[in-house]
T-cell receptor
């Protein structure tokens, strides 16, 4: 069964304290892996799409990486405005459906 | 600006009523989706449509209905048969193609049963 698991469920960081969020996946064939940021009461905001193992993408303090079994979202020197829930999703081969993880709630303290 | 517009942002439903959530996109995407988000749970797929005049049930379609008469529009009706409709509803769209297609979301609609 196709599945996405995110860890940790929640993470508290001090401002400037770098860390990583994990997204482990099991799919029959990966068409794409997607990261989103979601603020309370709002829709998910697109961050990155990764297609194949070894691929990396960066945007400001965020860097996403992908292996054959998992993806990491690295947050370097986070700021309080980075506080949000980060969602991971995969699209499996042969389908137009997306499988979402339950997210990691990140809180960055000033 | 290109995007996905959901309305209304907040909606209250009385017992036994049907309500319709609107979703319009100007991204020229072929595929559109409706998800439900409950606290502590991942996004659950209600319905999806890959092309006009065609749609498929997702994982939790019971008590919901949709239509896709135009490429830009994918309204969701929450019927009285949906026993626990209070939730945050997200509309999304994506291109269709052979590689992974990024899915984009609207700002969501809150539905509360009163």
């Amino acid at each position: 069964e196709d599945q996405v698991t995110q860890s940790p469920e929640a993470l508290r960081l001090q401002e400037g304290e770098s860390s990583s969020l994990n997204c482990s996946y099991t799919v029959s064939g990966l068409r794409g892996l997607f990261w989103y940021r979601q603020d309370p009461g709002k829709g998910p905001e697109f961050l990155f799409t990764l297609y194949s193992a070894g691929e990396e993408k960066e945007k400001e303090r965020l860097k996403a990486t992908l292996t054959k079994k998992e993806s990491f979202l690295h947050i370097t020197a986070p700021k309080p405005e980075d506080s949000a829930t980060y969602l991971c999703a995969v699209q499996a081969a042969g389908t137009y459906k997306y499988i979402f993880g339950t997210g990691t709630r990140l809180k960055v303290l000033a | 600006d290109g995007g996905i517009t959901q309305s209304p942002k907040y909606l209250f439903r009385k017992e036994g009523q049907n309500v319709t959530l609107s979703c319009e996109q100007n991204l020229n995407h072929d595929a559109m989706y409706w998800y439900r988000q409950d606290p502590g749970q991942g996004l659950r797929l209600i319905y999806y449509s890959q092309i006009v005049n065609d749609f498929q049930k997702g994982d939790i379609a019971e008590g919901y209905s949709v239509s896709r008469e135009k490429k830009e529009s994918f309204p969701l009706t929450v019927t009285s048969a949906q026993k626990n409709p209070t939730a945050f509803y997200l509309c999304a769209s994506s291109p269709t193609g052979n590689s992974g297609n990024t899915i984009y979301f609207g700002e969501g609609s809150w539905l509360t049963v009163v």
